[in-house]
């Protein structure tokens, strides 16, 4: 059973950046696509960035330019560089397998809080 932990939040102004971290426990992690998701308060969660088995990645235009999602496949570790934060930026962020709303999604984690101040 995979099991996802997410660190490297926190508080930040506008226009600065962090790395969020995710760590991977269970069996697959290289064959598997991954995402970054983030939810904030009254809001369904989204997905930010994916990343697949072979490195390609994807974003929305909200993050497009600011955010880079990679992975190491050797520590089951999947990152996602933040920069340019915007306010609008401010949820919680969560991993898990890419596109999981369509194919299931592993437990998710508790997330990692990031606030970015204006």
């Known amino acids: 059973q995979v099991q996802l932990e997410e660190s490297g939040g926190g508080l930040v102004q506008a226009g600065g950046s962090l790395r969020l971290s995710c760590a991977v426990s269970?069996?697959?992690?290289?064959?598997?696509?991954w995402g970054w998701y983030r939810q904030a308060p009254g809001k369904q969660r989204e997905l930010v960035a994916t990343?697949?088995?072979?490195?390609?990645?994807n974003y929305p235009d909200s993050v497009e330019g600011r955010f880079t999602i990679s992975r190491e496949n050797a520590k089951s570790m999947v990152y996602l560089q933040m920069n340019s934060l915007k306010p609008e930026d401010t949820a919680v962020y969560y991993c898990?397998?890419?596109?999981?709303?369509?194919?299931?999604?592993?437990?998710w984690g508790q997330g990692t809080q990031v606030t970015v101040s204006s």
């Open positions: 269970g069996r697959l992690f290289s064959i598997n696509d």
């Open positions: 898990n397998t890419a596109y999981c709303s369509r194919y299931g999604c592993s437990s």
């Open positions: 990343i697949t088995s072979g490195g390609s990645t």
